[in-house]
């Protein structure tokens, strides 16, 4: 019997499919996906073995059969090219290798092209779309921010082509700060987390960029309401790839240009990425992404000036990165049949920059990680380890200044670090994938380490139907600082876990199957739980001037089940159904209560029609139940006693009704249903056009974002703030 693998001969990596026949007969076989093969019946003796595959040149060896005996060998293929008649190729899609290969559960990809057949508000966005998955929740329309299975929305895990970004947004949350036209794809893991990510509770959206395969220079442009972008990429001596872009607002501009007042905002982005791929199969990449939003006004042209010459606001916050990553193959070394090396190096920064009149008032925020992550990979048959190690050195600020003051009203450093080691090792067999890794972490200044286990196990019942079960414990030190009560998130605190500040974790588990209908349709159905320790939770009632008040540790459950129904992008209807039940409660010092983001019943029904020629249509229709708020209940106004004239009075100032709230998150908004409709025409050529035409809110729904009341009116009345009304909006694009 003759027993082997196949692989590449410079990266060592397995070539599947390739074909092993013995010359001169019929007796062959086909080598799996890992490459291996086993060719039995063989007559003892001397045989010749024509080992093939399309893309490869043809390998013939001779190799020595003996009787009772097995003899093993590796067949490593040179890469060569071939002329062809024309041919239709349709490759296995992502999320069918995902299904066959993969032990995460409810794992979620969507190719950049997707993005843009989903109706839009001004222009395509990755997180946008994010909200439309399944066990994904918005709680409302102005955030593009999103909740995952009853988790905060700091509680995710963003990665730009594998570096950390803590706030990916821009004006107070309304839109993301990716640029469509850089997105390759993303993968958005909701649960059954592998133990190779850390630092979040709740999932890992991972975000890779496009990397340009043409020689010479291609792009892309477009112009929307919102923004203009260019994205410009090519390759350099079929070896080094490279992509740049950037995205501006001109809002500002327009406005200016049709009036004399002024729209003092404005946010940017730009973006590098360089791939490199050196002889010998190693691979050199560095990622740079810029974002900032500026708000810069005269307090004179609000009314609200304190200084003579008019005072100011400037209020600015965004992100920069800086990453390298480098991977080599090492071959058949440490007793593998194939092994590469990772190391990345990374430095990501989030600030915050709150000016009021010329620094009469100032907040500033800064955060700043600087990362190491390095990972070993080896595969042997059907089996995959991955042993790896993330270190976090993390730099905080949160400074309160005012100008009448020579001493700070607050000055709050932390410099705390964090480290981690794991362990992930993949088994698969004939009929199962089972995952089953370790995750070891602590931080300094906590006095705290951690040990998180994670498994998933998946069973194949036939070729399409498969059930899955997964377990793991998470961890997150890195909390944001808002008030969950405000329906806009302004901009978020990002503290690090102290004394003063607990590690939050959660012991999640999932259970669910999958079904599919020839290589372009599945069915997914999935339950899911989250019990949560040490969870900090916003104090409403913490004192600006006091640290270590800001949280107040609550702990919580979650559960629910999620099902989606999805149509690949292969057909002339195209798009995907999702449903998510949920359930979320958190436990407090002030007894029980649901976080904002506990939507009960949410659903997604987004689709894309192709009819053929140069017309795409587009639409999304959502129906959710109302998300939980405090309701008021009464307002107070408060008095001054006079003793001269023995009364109590508010003197001569406006007088100023105070909110009395009732139980917290204790009432529910109504029920939110909302449809988008797009249209786009698209004219392929040298140069490829792209105009399209959105409509938000198509039948002009009356979704309450927020209520304000009036307890002076006999009776009070409560007044209902709308979320987005009937919203046109048009864009064109062109690429080259």
Do not use: C
């Not at 839109?175 to 990510?197: C, K, N, Q, W």
């Amino acid at each position: 019997m003759l027993e082997g693998r196949v692989v590449e001969v410079a990266t060592a990596s397995p070539v599947g499919s390739a074909t092993v026949v013995l010359r001169g007969t019929r007796v062959g076989t086909v080598a799996n996906d890992d490459g291996r093969f086993v060719l039995g019946g063989l007559p003892a003796g001397t045989a010749r073995i024509v080992v093939g595959r399309l893309g490869y040149r043809t390998d013939t060896l001779t190799v020595t059969i003996r009787s009772g005996d097995t003899t093993r060998l590796t067949v490593r293929l040179q890469p060569a090219t071939a002329a062809l008649q024309t041919v239709k190729v349709a490759a296995a899609a992502t999320e069918r290798d995902q299904f066959r290969l993969s032990g995460s559960p409810s794992v979620v990809s969507v190719r950049g092209e997707t993005l843009k057949r989903v109706p839009v508000i001004g222009e395509p966005d990755v997180l946008r779309v994010v909200q439309l998955l399944p066990g994904v929740v918005a709680t409302n329309d102005f955030t593009a921010g999103y909740n995952v299975r009853g988790g905060e929305s700091d509680q995710n895990l963003v990665l730009l082509d594998g570096y950390p970004i803590y706030n990916p947004f821009h004006l107070g949350g309304l839109f993301g700060t990716f640029i469509d036209e850089t997105v390759a794809e993303f993968e958005l893991l909701p649960g059954g987390i592998p133990a190779r990510y850390g630092s979040r509770l709740s999932s890992v959206l991972s975000v890779v960029p496009k990397a340009e395969a043409r020689s010479g220079v291609h792009g892309a442009a477009s112009v929307s309401v919102l923004a203009s972008t260019l994205s410009l990429g090519g390759t350099v001596r079929g070896t080094t790839s490279w992509n740049v872009a950037a995205r501006r607002t001109y809002a500002d501009r327009f406005v200016s240009l049709l009036s004399d007042r002024q729209l003092p905002y404005y946010f940017t982005d730009m973006q590098a990425h360089v791939r490199h791929q050196r002889r010998g199969g190693g691979t050199l990449s560095a990622t740079a992404y810029r974002g900032s939003d500026v708000l810069d006004a005269s307090l004179e042209a609000f009314g609200d000036s304190s200084q003579a010459g008019g005072g100011r606001i400037l209020f600015d916050w965004g992100n920069t990165l800086l990453g390298v990553a480098y991977t080599q193959p090492l071959g058949a070394r440490w007793g593998g049949d194939s092994t590469r090396v990772m190391q990345r190096l990374s430095w990501t920064g989030f600030n915050t920059t709150l000016d009021l009149g010329d620094g009469s008032l100032r907040f500033v925020n800064r955060l700043g990680d600087s990362r190491a992550w390095g990972e070993l990979s080896r595969w042997r048959g059907t089996h995959e380890t991955l042993v790896g190690y993330e270190w976090s050195g993390l730099r905080t600020r949160y400074d309160i200044n005012a100008a009448a003051s020579d001493d700070p009203i607050l000055a709050v450093g932390q410099r705390p670090s964090a480290a981690s080691v794991y362990v992930d090792h993949t088994v698969r067999g004939a009929r199962t994938v089972t995952r089953v890794g370790m995750r070891g972490e602590t931080v300094t200044g906590t006095g705290w380490t951690s040990l998180s286990p994670r498994l998933s196990f998946k069973w194949f019942a036939t070729p399409n139907r498969a059930f899955t079960v997964a377990a793991g414990r998470t961890t997150q030190w890195t909390p944001a600082l808002r008030n969950e009560q405000a329906p806009i998130r302004i901009f978020d605190f990002w503290l690090t876990a102290d004394r003063n500040t607990p590690v939050a974790s959660a012991w999640q588990g999932s259970a669910g199957g999958e079904q599919w209908f020839g290589g372009s349709r599945f069915v997914r159905l999935e339950g899911w739980i989250k019990r949560y320790g040490s969870l900090p939770s916003s104090n409403l009632f913490n004192d600006p001037d006091v640290l270590g008040d800001e949280f107040i540790v609550t702990t919580g459950t979650s559960y629910g089940a999620d099902v989606l129904v999805r149509q690949l992008e292969r057909e002339r209807v195209s798009g995907w159904i999702a449903y998510s039940y949920a359930v979320s409660w958190r436990d407090g010092a002030d007894g029980r209560f649901a976080p904002v983001q506990d939507r009960r019943h949410n659903l997604n029904v987004v689709t894309s029609f192709r009819p053929g020629g140069v017309w795409s249509y587009g639409v999304r229709v959502g129906v959710g139940t109302g998300t939980p708020f405090t309701d008021v209940v009464g307002q107070l106004v408060r008095r001054r006693y006079d003793p001269i004239t023995n009364s109590f009075s508010t003197g001569n100032q406006d007088v100023s009704r105070e909110p009395i709230g009732g139980v917290r998150n204790g009432a529910r908004f109504p029920l939110f249903q909302r449809m988008d409709v797009s249209v786009t025409r698209t004219k392929p050529g040298k140069r490829t056009w792209a105009p399209y035409f959105s409509i938000v809110n198509a039948y002009n729904a009356r979704n309450v974002f927020t209520y304000f009341f009036d307890y002076s009116d006999n009776p009070p009345t409560r007044t209902a703030i709308s979320q987005f009304p009937f919203i046109p909006t048009a864009g064109v694009s062109v690429s080259w």
